[in-house]
């Protein structure tokens, strides 16, 4: 009988947990981008076959846990996006000094670099050394390493390593070899249902608020689909603390039209993001996943890149795409759905599958494609579960709609006043300990009993200056908090909750 294999996968949860809007925001399963889901869950689902387990490591790099992951695990695989950035170094190196614990195999599916659009190298130059370390370990553990795309290889090869693949992402392999998109209207109309996307930075910098902008006043059916964790803490939290919280051309900002009109969402599972895109006539923006999200649910899309972690992944599937800081702030998505050619897409989709699966064969992984049932039983389990709609504006004050955050929160303030008092109590036991443990009289600068310490005997001739016995006795018993943790919560979402009161008796 052949013994079950169990892959730790890095991913921010499994596809069959269901997390309400709340907690999901509080633990971040996203990752800070739902985009993570995307291709974690079809690695999730390719990887697990009869004789493979798959489990979720929730993001978590702890090189503390080595000796267990080596003990239970038989394979790590990681999956990852635009990880040879600057952003991402700490990160980064955080992997590395795990993956240099580790016995068990290592394999990374899908790693890219960012740069421009220009693919130029010299903006990476100072990030070598933590890529090479990651690569150098990974390669120690596995056949190769994938990449995204021929930007990234020319970024690893250009560093001499030679066991590099370009295999795309996981995400557009959820589905195997098989891949549907087609337009089922003859031209885009003012009626037709249209989804865009976008990040801060495109809305900033990038002129994609002028494109929103333009598109909204056209076409009535528009919606923004977000992706970040800030957007999903301003669509249900009106939460607008941070760099973000300025960018009110965003359309998840409280005080952009689009949100105001419900025309905003982000969703914390790929099944219902999916779903829901399925509905939708054209999809266009600057999110690679967002825009695969729409692939993957038939619908036609088109990317506007903006660095080199879209147009590598772009080029490498036949995506449609448009360079965005080339386009004007007119550009109408019904030119861009007609322009649009799948031809690229879906011919060569089959061949760059098999690709992606031979890498998967030579680094020792089965997929449910070649190995398993097609992943019939992964599908059939999720439709199963009922799993959080997406997360839509906070524009409602009626009781159903307040009922789910007051009674997060009330837990929130339960859990934390408990914790609080645990503390305390600790707190308390501390500097009993430590008033045990003192002379029985008073030290040299100050009568008070908090500042007593132990002294050894060899010691006692010594002066003990008030600084030093303030020292001490500040590292035996830390200061209690001069705000409850309770206020904190209090202060935390007051502001928020007032909002969104005002904004629903408007």
Known sequence: MQRTKRILLRSGKSPYDVVPI???LHRDVIATNAGNLIFSDAAHKILETPHTEVVSNGIRTQVSAADRINEEYDAFVVPLANAFRPSFEASLNRLTQLIRKLRIPVVVLGVGAQSGLDYDLARLKALEPAVRDFVS??????????????????YLKQMGFRDVEVIG???????????????RAAALTADSRIAINGSH??????????????????????????????DAQQLHWRHVSGANGRVTAMPTHPDHPMYQ?????????????????????????????????????????????????????????????????????????????EEADFGALLGGHEERFERFTAFLDKNGLENTFTHGDGGAAFEERLRSLSFPPGIRPWIDSDPASLSPRFGWLQTRITELASENAKLKRELARSRAAAAKSAPAGPLPGGPAATERVAVKPAAKAAAITPAAAKA???????????????????????????????????
């Open 201 to 230: 930075n495109a809305v900033r910098s990038l002129g994609l608020d002028r494109i929103i902008a333009r598109t909204h006043e056209r076409y009535p059916n528009l919606r923004f689909i977000g992706q970040n964790l800030t």
């Open 169 to 183: 992402c996981p995400s557009l392999f959820m589905y195997g070899k098989e891949l549907d998109v087609r337009k």
């Open 137 to 154: 370990a990974v390669l120690d553990r596995s056949a190769s390493i994938g990449v995204r795309g021929e930007f990234t290889e020319e």
């Open 22 to 24: 709340e907690e999901a």
């Open 472 to 506: 001490a006795s500040t590292k035996a018993a830390p200061a209690v908090p001069t705000i409850s943790v309770y206020r904190r919560a209090r202060r935390a979402v007051g502001r928020p909750l007032r909002r969104a009161l005002q904004s629903g008796q408007k």
């Open 261 to 337: 009109e419900d025309k905003a969402r982000i969703y914390v599972d790929p099944v219902t993001w999916i779903d829901d895109l399925r509905e939708f006539d054209f999809s266009f923006g600057s999110r690679i996943h967002g825009n695969i999200a729409a692939l993957l649910a038939g619908t036609p899309a088109t990317v506007l890149c903006s660095d080199s972690r879209t147009l590598e992944l772009c080029r490498y599937f036949g995506i449609p795409h448009r360079p965005l800081d080339q386009l004007s702030e007119d550009v109408d998505p019904a030119r861009l759905y």
